[in-house]
């Protein structure tokens, strides 16, 4: 065995060592503060080098050892706003650090699951946005609309597209027309990139609604809930103008109906696109007088007149009643109970009749207990009534 003692590294590897440790050091440093994958780590992340050969929104990333990067990682920049894709695998050094490459995701898309659920995800579309002239750094090309291939991570939503399945990407409505291309992925298909090739659609536009033809009151409000869709894809913020057949209803820009005068009025949502294409929907509504606010009064009447005194071995049946400005509410129902005070127990009962009617029978004499009846919608509300239990004379 040899004997280490008196080992020293040789001065390369001791310079690679330092070098690889002064690395790590510097991403905590220098780093900037990224989001990868939802959570913040520090990046250190280099613009391209030769403009000429490399795509114009391709960045050079290296960061730690610790950080849970991989091919196919969503990279947020905090500052700017933007939003990266990890296009290469990750090479890693030493076990130090990390470097790997990130394109900028120029595209986010959306689209709809096979539960209604509304997915998006950023994308790389190679057919919007090329490094061409190595001058211009905002240049984009165009090199065709009809076809575009984009670039998304390989995640549990992006798995499940497949051909058929209708992509919305800058206003306009694709189709998924090939079968998609992993052009990465690790071994159980959790990470990575997918290359999918979409074509445009024609434009099917359908304008719907939520609301039915219903009564508001004088100055209240409704909202008038319009719904675009193209190819069955919902469309963001669609341009629709709202309109009423008279002055009997006002809506604003953003569908905001008001009741201003009695009457009936027909309130129109027209979408209208670049095109010309003119999808409308209209709801009827009729403006009512506003119902007068609620005024609950009470009464606990028994049989017997008078009803605030009960001789020792008699009793009175109670009825309470409930009324609303002044007007009675036909099922209204009540709780009844007795606050005794000094009263014992054995001096009276109480017996329920039905949901408006008690009896109270007198055991004893010379005791005074209160009745209650609790409105049972509000146990707050509540009307009582003394009572005097007194002897025969």
Not at 45 to 55: A, K
Not at 118 to 147: H, M, N, R, W
Not at 263 to 287: M, Q
Not at 336 to 355: M, R
Request: glycine share 4%; hydrophobic share 35%; aromatic share 8%.
């Amino acid at each position: 065995m040899k004997n280490y003692n008196n080992y020293y590294p040789s001065p390369y590897e001791k310079i690679k060592n330092d070098s690889l440790l002064l690395t790590a050091k510097q991403i905590e440093i220098d780093g900037e503060i990224y989001k990868v994958d939802g959570k913040e780590y520090p990046l250190i992340v280099e613009h391209h080098s030769n403009p000429l050969t490399e795509v114009k929104e391709e960045r050079k990333v290296i960061c730690s050892i610790d950080v849970p990067i991989h091919w196919g990682s969503i990279i947020e920049d905090l500052t700017l706003n933007e939003m990266y894709i990890v296009i290469s695998d990750i090479d890693v050094h030493n076990n130090v650090y990390k470097e790997t490459k990130m394109q900028k995701a120029n595209k986010n898309i959306k689209w709809q699951d096979e539960t209604g659920k509304l997915c998006e995800c950023p994308a790389i579309s190679k057919d919007f946005s090329l490094y061409t002239d190595g001058i211009q750094e905002g240049k984009q090309v165009t090199t065709f609309d009809s076809k575009v291939n984009i670039t998304v991570p390989l995640n549990a939503d992006t798995l499940k597209l497949d051909v058929g399945k209708k992509i919305i990407l800058t206003r306009r409505v694709y189709e998924i027309t090939l079968p998609n291309d992993f052009e990465f992925t690790n071994s159980d298909m959790t990470a990575g990139v997918i290359k999918i090739t979409m074509t445009v659609t024609e434009h099917d536009y359908t304008i719907t609604t939520t609301n039915t033809d219903t009564t508001i009151e004088q100055n209240k409000t409704l909202q008038f809930n319009v719904i675009v869709k193209d190819n069955d894809a919902v469309i963001d913020n669609p341009a629709i103008i709202y309109k009423s057949d008279n002055a009997n209803c006002t809506v604003s820009d953003t569908g905001l109906i008001t009741g201003i005068a009695l009457g009936i009025s027909k309130i129109t949502a027209t979408f209208t696109n670049t095109e010309g294409t003119v999808k409308s929907i209209s709801i009827n509504i009729i403006v009512a007088e506003p119902k007068p606010q609620d005024n609950f009064t009470y009464t606990l009447t028994g049989d017997l007149d008078p009803d605030t005194s009960i001789k020792a071995g008699s009793y009175i049946v109670y009825t309470a009643k409930k009324f609303n400005n002044g007007v009675e509410v036909a099922d209204a129902k009540f709780d009844f109970e007795v606050i005794p005070g000094d009263t014992p127990s054995d001096a009276y009962t109480l017996t329920v009749n039905s949901d408006t009617e008690c009896r109270i029978d007198a055991l004893k004499y010379m005791y005074t207990i209160a009745l209650r009846a609790k409105d049972r919608d509000d146990n707050a509300k509540y009307i009582d009534k003394e009572i005097t239990l007194k002897g025969l004379w």
